[in-house]
């Protein structure tokens, strides 16, 4: 099956035969940041541009590297160094920019529906690398590379998503994914961060930790999205760490060949310990190396062809 879309704006659109390609495309670019000097000329000539509302480390730079392995020119724009600060619309900016020819706008936005917006209103590429509260559609192809790749397969795998999952576009993205290959879902944290009616996306919802570390083959830990939330929804950080943080002890109840995951950043001491965070079953950095295989194979299956004269 080719891949066929002009743009990346999330999971909930994908088939799982166009997540399948993805996925072997990104295998077949793996071997390239083995090699010592880390580049091919795939996309030379073309131009990426990363528009970044929200800060980023991980999601940009890889998203950078990605590009600069495939010899594409690269910019970067960042909210606080752009005419937004002078009130610029994120239209005008897209105008502006779709006046300079790019071919792939990478936006990260605090708006939910900021990319898709973007993409009907511009020829070139759109991806969306988080928008809000909704998706982070690269996060979570990533993280099904991550395990396909550590346990064989993705259908079949009990996955435990842990933590605030009202705020996490990461969660939204991953279930929507791993439900697509065949995964089945678990997610647990505080009444407080589970959307109601969660369970209509075919996951199964949980108030305990250790009511999903025994079953899952994968847990994956996430922060609380404090930046989101209009108000604390715990009692305190202490406390959500002592009922809902993945310690060594906590632990002790899982498979034997559990992965452990987290899509970053992590807050050490709350919602993961630093012996679990580094331990034997953490995968966490095999996330990030994954990231810039993912985000190669995007590049390449979005204007990796020729263009029609």
């Known amino acids: 099956m080719q891949f066929r879309k002009k743009d990346l704006l999330g999971i909930k659109q994908l088939e799982p035969e166009e997540i399948e390609v993805i996925l072997e495309t990104a295998e077949t670019f793996k071997e390239i940041s083995t090699r010592p000097i880390k580049k091919v000329p795939t996309l030379r000539g073309r131009t990426v541009v990363h528009l970044f509302y929200e800060p980023s480390t991980r999601t940009r730079t890889s998203f950078e590297i990605a590009a600069k392995r ?22 005008d900016t897209a105008k502006n920019l779709e006046a300079m020819n790019p071919d792939v706008i990478v936006l990260r ?7 898709h917006m973007l993409a009907r209103r511009v020829e070139a590429s759109v991806i969306n690398a988080g928008d809000g ?8 192809l990533l993280d099904l590379l991550t395990i396909r790749d550590n346990k064989g397969t993705i259908s079949g795998q009990t996955v435990a998503i842990i933590g605030d999952i009202a705020h996490s576009r990461v969660a939204r993205s991953n279930i929507w994914a791993l439900t697509k290959m065949g995964a089945r879902v678990l997610v647990a944290g505080p009444n407080t961060m589970i959307p109601q009616d969660l369970d209509k996306l075919g996951v199964e919802v949980f108030n305990r930790l250790e ?27 202490r406390e959500y760490s002592k009922v809902f943080g993945l310690n060594e002890e906590k632990l002790s109840t899982a498979k034997p060949e559990v992965l452990i ?28 190396t994954n990231g ?4 190669m194979a995007l590049l390449y299956l979005l204007i990796g062809g020729e263009k029609d004269e």
Request: no cysteine; hydrophobic share 45%; charged share 15%.
């Open 133 to 140: 509260m909704h998706e982070h559609p690269t996060q979570a």
């Open 109 to 115: 936005h605090s708006a939910a529906g900021a990319p």
């Open 261 to 288: 995951m987290h899509p970053g950043p992590i807050n050490r001491g709350v919602e993961i310990s630093p012996s679990v965070a580094d331990g034997p079953y953490s995968v966490i950095l095999d996330q990030v």
């Open 70 to 91: 495939l010899s594409a020119d690269t910019f970067n724009i960042s909210a606080s160094t752009s005419s937004i600060v002078k009130g610029e619309t994120l239209v």
């Open 292 to 295: 810039v295989a993912i985000r």
């Open 211 to 237: 009511d999903v570390i025994p079953e899952a083959d994968v847990i994956m830990m996430l922060r609380i999205q404090l930046e989101r939330q209009g108000k604390m929804l715990l009692p305190t950080l």
